[in-house]
């Protein structure tokens, strides 16, 4: 989503027209995003701001992966959560009850609000032998004021404490893209996964079996992409340069598209 469809809550040119181009050739798409904080309809309502107008089903959070995971692995469980509403949320819809006595799963998610007492009580609860879960690896995130701590950097102080390292659910796990592709009914081989970052779009779709488009409206750049020993399928200054192409991405541009 970021980096992609938006940059710093402006919309990128030409996004608008891909994704109208998307929905005319009726071809099912997700919206995804590491940050765990806002639900779908939240997100929903950011982007219609932004001028897109996405429905609630078509955006995937890591939120929504990690409460799918905790579906399969343990239904109808327990959870002690550190995050937002995106997250609560998203374990209140497939049945967990959130707590902090004896739970299942320890689960850290993203929050502006992260309290020492909060850290403590997950802190003391994975000591006991609750499962620790993470939503992404994302170490800081961005802000107006600079960058913040996120869930990553959290995660670290809580591994420090109780030498027990969380399992992340979130890109670059290739769970994520997995589990995204089983929610539009989708094959990896005949998907594409556009991203604006190598270390987690990128790696994250290669490794879950798909094509992978690079577009520099984020955070690498082409120059940033030769110290990865991975490459991308195909690298686009945008997605406005998939418009009229979406049926055949990686084919040459005809002389009107280029």
């Known amino acids: 989503m970021d980096g992609v469809l938006v940059r710093e809550e402006?919309?990128?040119?030409?996004?608008?027209?891909?994704?109208?181009?998307?929905?005319a050739e009726q071809i099912p798409f997700l919206v995804l995003t590491n940050n765990s904080i806002r639900t779908?309809?939240?997100?929903?309502?950011?982007?219609?701001?932004n001028g897109l107008d996405i429905p609630e089903q078509s955006i995937w959070t890591s939120a929504l992966a990690t409460?799918?995971?905790l579906n399969e692995?343990?239904?109808?469980?327990?959870?002690?959560?550190?995050?937002?509403?995106g997250l609560t949320t998203a374990l209140h819809e497939i049945g967990y009850v959130l707590t902090d006595v004896d739970p299942d799963y320890v689960v850290l998610g993203e929050t502006r609000t992260y309290s020492f007492e909060a850290i403590t009580t997950a802190i003391r609860l994975v000591e006991r032998g609750a499962r620790f879960i993470?939503?992404?690896?994302?170490?800081?995130?961005?802000?107006?004021?600079?960058?913040l701590p996120a869930t990553g950097s959290v995660a670290a102080l809580i591994t420090r404490a109780t030498g027990r390292d969380p399992y992340y659910i979130g890109k670059p796990n290739?769970?994520?893209m997995r589990s995204a592709?089983?929610?539009?009914?989708?094959?990896?081989?005949?998907?594409?996964?556009?991203?604006?970052?190598?270390?987690?779009?990128?790696?994250?779709g290669m490794e879950a079996g798909m094509r992978t488009i690079l577009v520099t409206t984020g955070i690498s750049t082409r120059h940033s992409i030769e110290h990865?020993?991975?490459?991308?399928?195909m690298v686009l200054d945008s997605v406005a340069d998939l418009v009229g192409r979406v049926r055949t991405p990686f084919a040459e541009p005809t002389a009107n598209q280029s």
């Open 10 to 23: 402006h919309l990128v040119p030409g996004a608008d027209e891909f994704l109208a181009e998307l929905r």
């Open 40 to 49: 779908p309809r939240d997100l929903q309502a950011r982007l219609r701001q």
């Open 67 to 69: 409460a799918s995971f």
């Open 73 to 85: 692995q343990r239904p109808g469980g327990t959870a002690y959560v550190v995050g937002e509403s």
């Open 134 to 147: 993470a939503t992404n690896p994302d170490a800081t995130g961005p802000s107006r004021d600079g960058v």
């Open 174 to 176: 290739p769970l994520m």
């Open 181 to 204: 592709l089983r929610r539009i009914d989708a094959h990896s081989r005949s998907s594409v996964m556009i991203g604006d970052r190598m270390d987690t779009d990128v790696i994250s």
């Open 228 to 233: 990865y020993p991975y490459r991308p399928t």
